[in-house]
């Protein structure tokens, strides 16, 4: 079995910073690209940033400039450094990987979100 857990979200002013993490732990053989979502109150999800095994790195426009993806992949972590938050960073952050077992197996992981509020 395959776990992802998050940590790091809570509540910051405008202008602030946080640091989200994410590890992955169970029957791991490789873990592929990893990746953070967001979801606001009354909207889809979707994509804010995303990292290959390499440290390829791909951006939604609205964080581009102030928000770091990074990975550990010796301890299979994925992190990401949140700089210059506005209100509408405000949303529920979710780890999001494909991971191989060692049967040879992949599959998609969640993690069960941590939120993160931006107001003063």
């Known amino acids: 079995q395959v776990q992802l857990v998050e940590s790091g979200g809570g509540l910051v002013q405008p202008g602030g910073s946080l640091r989200l993490s994410c590890a992955a732990s169970?029957?791991?053989?490789?873990?592929?690209?990893m990746g953070w979502y967001r979801q606001a109150a009354g909207k889809q999800r979707e994509l804010v940033a995303r990292?290959?095994?390499?440290?390829?790195?791909n951006y939604a426009d609205s964080v581009k400039g102030r928000f770091t993806i990074s990975r550990d992949n010796a301890k299979n972590m994925v992190y990401l450094q949140m700089n210059s938050l506005k209100s509408e960073d405000t949303a529920v952050y979710y780890c999001?990987?494909?991971?191989?077992?060692?049967?040879?197996?992949?599959?998609?992981?969640w993690g069960q979100g941590t939120p993160v509020t931006v107001s003063s």
């Open positions: 990292i290959t095994i390499g440290g390829r790195t």
């Open positions: 999001n990987t494909e991971i191989t077992n060692w049967g040879g197996r992949s599959s998609t992981y």
């Open positions: 169970g029957s791991i053989f490789s873990v592929n690209p």
